[in-house]
């Protein structure tokens, strides 16, 4: 497994924009899938954007689609998710998570190494 730190979280008002960054320890990311999930209270963990490192295909929910933007840095071993026109919905704590080989699924029991989340607050 790979350790997995987010950062970048925060409080945002609406329309704004924030950056996560994934940054990977114990191995390198080449080669494997690397996805952001997203879980706000009383809910369950969904789906938010993925891709084949560093960018060989990406991937994105409905809901986020022309909005947010995931990427890969191959000299940083980083994995980056650039949120903009920011929705009161989109209140969550972000998760980053990753798993070897070219697989990039949708849900969370396709990945086996996480990140602790980061809060992201969009207000009103």
């Known amino acids: 497994q790979v350790q997995l730190i987010e950062s970048g979280g925060g409080l945002v008002q609406a329309a704004g924009s924030l950056r996560l960054s994934c940054a990977a320890s114990g191995r390198t990311f080449y080669g494997s899938s690397v996805a952001w999930f997203r879980q706000a209270p009383g809910k369950e963990r969904e789906f938010v954007a993925a891709?084949?490192?560093?960018?060989?295909?990406?991937y994105y929910a409905n809901s986020v689609k022309g909005r947010f933007a995931v990427s890969g840095d191959n000299d940083k071993n980083t994995v980056y998710l650039q949120m903009n026109s920011l929705k009161p919905d989109d209140t969550a704590i972000y998760y980053c998570?990753?798993?070897?080989?070219?697989?990039?699924?949708?849900?969370?029991?396709?990945?086996?190494?996480w990140g602790q989340g980061t809060q992201v607050t969009v207000s009103s």
């Open positions: 998570a990753a798993r070897e080989g070219r697989f990039p699924g949708r849900r969370p029991s396709s990945y086996d190494s």
């Open positions: 891709l084949i490192y560093p960018g060989d295909g990406t």
